[in-house]
Antibody, heavy 117, light 107 residues
Framework: QVQLVQSGAEVKKPGASVKVSCKAS????????MNWVRQAPGQRPEWMGW????????KYSQIFHGRVTITTNTSASTAYMELSGLRSDDTAVYYC??????????WGQGTLVTVSS | ELVLTQSPGTLSLSPGESATLSCRAS???????LAWFQQKSGLAPRLLIY???KRATGIPDRFSGRGSGTDFTLTISSLEPEDFAVYYC?????????FGPGTKVDI
């Protein structure tokens, strides 16, 4: 069965960076794109960016102003999302979501990132 | 950016009743690439409906979607206790992929 297992919760100070991993299993990793979505407490999900796992091409939401980087390690069937210049309003649950033709069909369990001084 | 709005914000119903949730887009959604997700507290969103009206794998037929252009609807016929949750619509016709603010269905 398809599984996306994310790394554990993180607590970071303002200005720091965080890197969240998402290990995929149960399907051919490079056959699907991987997206990252975050959700602040009580808010709607917010799309961050996307990687074509086959060729590494990426596209990011402009609202992050270049602070987000999505990478993959295809031999480990793992995707990564790094967010730099953390602020308190980056406190959220971060999800990876598998996609085909941009349809998000399976999601990871989420990783809580807390930004606090 | 394509903006989605949902109504109502909260729907208070009882098991066995039907629920009708609305999602409106700020511009027409190409190819009806509109999905609905269910989210329960502390869990990731779960895909219910895609391409406006197609049920995802394992989703019971009491969930149905319809619509076109800018107006879309999710209907849950005969609510089960496990259906009480927050429902989001999402467009995937073009990036940035956007979500609506959600409708909470509670008892």
């Amino acid at each position: 069965q398809v599984q996306l297992v994310q790394s554990g919760a993180e607590v970071k100070k303002p200005g720091a960076s965080v890197k969240v991993s998402c290990k995929a299993s149960g399907y051919t990793f490079i056959a699907y794109d991987m997206n990252w979505v975050r959700q602040a407490p009580g808010q709607r999900p917010e799309w961050m960016g996307w990687v074509n796992t086959g060729n590494g091409n990426t596209k990011y939401s402009q609202i992050f102003h270049g602070r987000v980087t999505i990478t993959t390690n295809t031999s480990a069937s793992t995707a990564y999302m790094e967010l730099s210049g953390l602020r308190s309003d980056d406190t959220a649950v971060y999800y990876c979501a598998r996609a085909k033709y941009s349809l998000f069909d399976y999601w990871g369990q989420g990783t809580l990132v807390t930004v606090s001084s | 950016e394509l903006v989605l709005t949902q109504s109502p914000g909260t729907l208070s119903l009882s098991p066995g009743e039907s629920a009708t949730l609305s999602c409106r887009a700020s511009q027409s959604i190409t190819s009806n690439y509109l999905a609905w997700f269910q989210q329960k507290s502390g869990l990731a969103p779960r895909l219910l409906i895609y391409d406006t009206s197609k049920r995802a794998t394992g989703i019971p037929d009491r969930f149905s979607g319809r619509g076109s252009g800018t107006d879309f609807t999710l209907t849950i016929s005969s609510l089960e206790p496990e259906d009480f949750a927050v429902y989001y619509c999402q467009q995937y016709s073009g990036s940035p992929f956007t979500f609506g603010p959600g409708t909470k269905v509670d008892i």
